[in-house]
């Protein structure tokens, strides 16, 4: 019923910026949490950040805390993800997902309903 849309993945240099959006289809304020999670091939998946859509309070990997900082713009039901000092292995697949209530940890992914399809970031030293 929601469907979720990343985009603003690429390619850039190590210590570059790039800011992922996932527009939301449907009710998107159905959702309780939000988060990004990211797989590099052959690994499993990882939470990246997470926020509460009521309240703002957000969780971060150990790994971009500091670097990376999530937000929800509720008027344009899109959530982004601003990643600055990248490094390469912060080379990914990012994938958006929504969970209608956060009922587990926010970096297991069967906490999610909803997932997106993902976009490629790729870091190069």
């Known amino acids: 019923q929601v469907q979720l849309v990343e985009s603003g993945g690429g390619s850039v240099q190590a210590g570059g910026s790039l800011r992922l959006s996932c527009a939301a289809y449907?009710?998107?304020?159905?959702?309780?949490?939000m988060g990004w999670f990211r797989q590099a091939p052959g690994q499993e998946r990882e939470g990246v950040a997470g926020?509460?859509?009521?309240?703002?309070?957000?969780h971060y990997a150990g790994s971009v805390k500091g670097r990376f900082t999530i937000s929800q713009d509720n008027a344009k039901n899109t959530m982004y993800l601003q990643m600055n000092s990248l490094r390469p292995e912060d080379t990914a697949m990012y994938y958006c997902?929504?969970?209608?209530?956060?009922?587990?940890?926010?970096?297991?992914?069967?906490?999610?309903?909803?997932w997106g399809q993902g976009t490629q970031v790729t870091v190069s030293s």
């Open positions: 997902a929504a969970a209608l209530r956060l009922g587990g940890s926010w970096n297991t992914p069967q906490s999610y309903d909803y």
């Open positions: 449907g009710n998107p304020f159905s959702n309780n949490y």
């Open positions: 926020i509460y859509m009521t309240g703002g309070l957000t």
